[in-house]
């Protein structure tokens, strides 16, 4: 507390500005792109109908995870370039500002309703999801159970058993919980690009370069640093993108849980970790650049 | 001794051009204080400096040079906010909160929470007097009840400080004349109220205290009595004088040294005309 009794720091103010900033991306309808989302999973199940049964469930996660992870990462990048722009056009932000807001509570009110509105439309894609896995796996149950009639009944169990096992894997989770850390890390990214970009068409324009860099640069990595040639300037280049840009590489798990691999400890921790630096560093550099913006 | 509301000494604001090399200076050298409980206004024609200086009061812009206080604390410190309400010019909220929610979110970011806070959003609907709009989305408020909600937000908190900034910008006279009489209430209960304002005859006639910028410099400040009175001439106004008293009051100027200048019957204002028409026959 300072000496005239305002605290520095309000976990009220901040849960004020978050509670708002949900309210203000749900108004604008961001919600629609679920609808598209389960458009996918209705779409995908049709196309599966000729497949086997271990392909019709490693298509339906492949189709599922990947559109969960571009759609978290679309609205992370799409819903955090609007908001100071919104604010500063509209001159909300005086209003705020002029109360006894500090600059960090702001930013931190507006990060905090971007990552409460990708939590929630994240739970609504995997309750999708696991509805569409679990229908696609009793129907399937059906037909095992006609088709294996004249078995018996261990063998009928065990031909169940194997049907469900490649159907829900606990391991989805974990891969979900990473694909929420890459969409949060982008929002924090974008809010930071969006403190000095002077309108929110060029914010996006700037995230969907550096989401493909973060993609790319892993790749480029290995080819260039396995090449005898690589000289110090493109090493040294190599290292530079690597500190501006966020690896996004790192936070694609999706292929090996399609493939029922299990996400080993360490690497989904190390991973969480990383994902959290990633979000703590981009808001640092965020309030750094909006602490003395002139409004 | 007490600390004047508002400080501002050596204030000087530039904004470099980029690419340009060159440079604005938005307001030179500015000097004023603000007693408690007095009503001032900041008059200039538009890029007069008004608005940068009051930004930079409220900590949203910082100086090139000087420094401004509000009651004695820095203004750059956040918690000096702790007692001024804002109204900027043109205000927009958001759209798809009502009133009353507008309010209780502001009230939050003050600290207000409860019972107090909802009490407070009461007492200042009825303040504003948009009680039975209040559970309207401010989408579909006109002009006049964004101007009103705006205020009611900047008094959420019982600031001892009202700054607004062209409080009246777009409003229709009705409009203009309730938020003035606002800021007549204000006044009444000891609330020190810093505006900036286009419309002349109304600051005239709230104001304690004018200070003109031209160019981002203070080329007039001062009571606005003293700033308007001329000082040779004394002004008489009379009812039901016949034509005798007025025959008799010539006469007798005859004699003195004194030249009447001007006889004429006073005129009400604009204003008054367009309210008075305007008012519904029941108002009548």
Redesign the interface.
């Known amino acids: 507390m300072?000496?005239?009794?305002?605290?520095?720091f309000?976990l009220?103010?901040i849960?004020?500005?978050t509670g708002?900033t949900f309210?203000?991306l749900v108004?604008l309808k961001v919600f629609y792109f679920l609808l598209i989302f389960a458009l996918l999973l209705i779409g995908s199940s049709i196309f599966m109908a000729q497949l086997s049964f271990q392909q019709e469930f490693q298509v339906l996660k492949d189709v599922s995870l990947g559109a969960m992870s571009i759609f978290t990462s679309l609205l992370a990048i799409v819903a955090t370039a609007q908001l100071i722009p919104h604010d500063v056009e509209?001159?909300?932000i005086?209003?705020?500002?002029?109360?006894?807001?500090?600059r960090y509570e702001y930013l931190a009110g507006k990060l905090g309703g971007v990552l409460l509105l990708l939590a929630l439309s994240v739970v609504a894609m995997t309750a999708l999801f696991l509805i569409a896995l679990f229908v696609r796996q009793e129907m399937l149950v059906g037909v095992t159970l006609r088709q294996t009639s004249g078995l018996r009944p261990e063998q009928v169990q065990e031909a169940v058993r194997t049907l469900k096992a490649s159907a829900f894997n606990v391991n989805l989770f974990p891969g979900i919980v990473v694909i929420y850390l890459k969409a949060a890390l982008l929002a924090s990214l974008t809010l930071f690009v969006s403190t000095f970009a002077t309108s929110n068409i060029f914010t996006i324009c700037v995230m969907v370069f550096i989401y493909f860099i973060g993609h790319l640069q892993a790749m480029a990595r290995e080819y260039w640093l396995q090449q005898n040639s690589a000289g110090w300037i493109a090493k040294t280049f190599l290292a530079l993108v690597a500190l501006v840009f966020p690896d996004l590489q790192l936070f694609n798990l999706v292929d090996d849980i399609v493939a029922g691999t299990a996400i080993p400890g360490p690497l989904f921790a190390q991973t969480a970790v990383l994902g959290c630096v990633y979000i703590s560093v981009y808001f640092f550099f965020a309030w750094v650049v909006f602490h003395?913006k002139?409004? | 001794m007490i600390k004047p509301a508002v400080a501002v000494r050596g204030l000087t604001k530039v904004f470099p051009i980029p690419f340009r090399r060159t440079r604005v200076v938005a307001v030179r050298g500015l000097n004023l204080e603000v007693a408690p409980g007095q009503v001032y206004g900041l008059l200039g024609p538009n890029g007069s400096g008004k608005s940068t200086t009051l930004k930079i009061i409220l900590g949203l812009v910082s100086p090139s040079s000087g420094s401004t206080e509000i009651f004695g604390r820095d203004s750059r410190e956040v918690g000096s906010r702790e007692a001024v309400g804002f109204l900027p010019e043109n205000p927009y909220f958001y759209k798809y909160l009502t009133g009353a929610e507008t309010l209780r979110f502001y009230g939050k970011l003050c600290g207000l929470s409860g019972v107090r806070l909802k009490s407070r959003t009461g007492e200042l609907l009825e303040l504003v007097g948009l009680q039975n709009a209040r559970d309207r989305r401010l989408g579909g408020y006109s002009k006049g009840m964004l101007q009103r909600i705006g205020l009611a937000q900047a008094l959420i908190q019982e600031p001892k400080l009202v700054v607004l900034d062209e409080p009246t910008a777009g409003v229709d006279p009705a409009g203009s004349r309730d938020i003035r009489d606002l800021i007549l209430d204000l006044k009444r209960r000891g609330i020190t109220v810093l505006l900036s304002s286009h419309l002349l005859a109304q600051v005239q006639e709230i104001c304690d205290r004018v200070g003109i910028l031209a160019n981002g410099v203070l080329v007039r400040e001062g009571r606005v009595e003293d700033l308007l009175a001329i000082e040779n001439q004394t002004e008489l106004i009379l009812q039901n004088a016949t034509p005798e008293v007025l025959n008799d009051i010539a006469a007798l100027l005859k004699k003195s040294s004194a030249r009447l200048i001007e006889q004429r019957q006073p005129q009400t204002t604009l204003e008054r005309l367009f309210l008075e028409a305007t008012k519904a026959p029941a108002e009548r």
């Open positions: 300072s000496k005239s009794g305002h605290s520095r309000s009220t103010r849960a004020a500005l708002n309210t203000e108004r509209e001159r909300t005086y209003t705020i500002l002029a109360k006894p807001v500090p003395g002139e409004l």
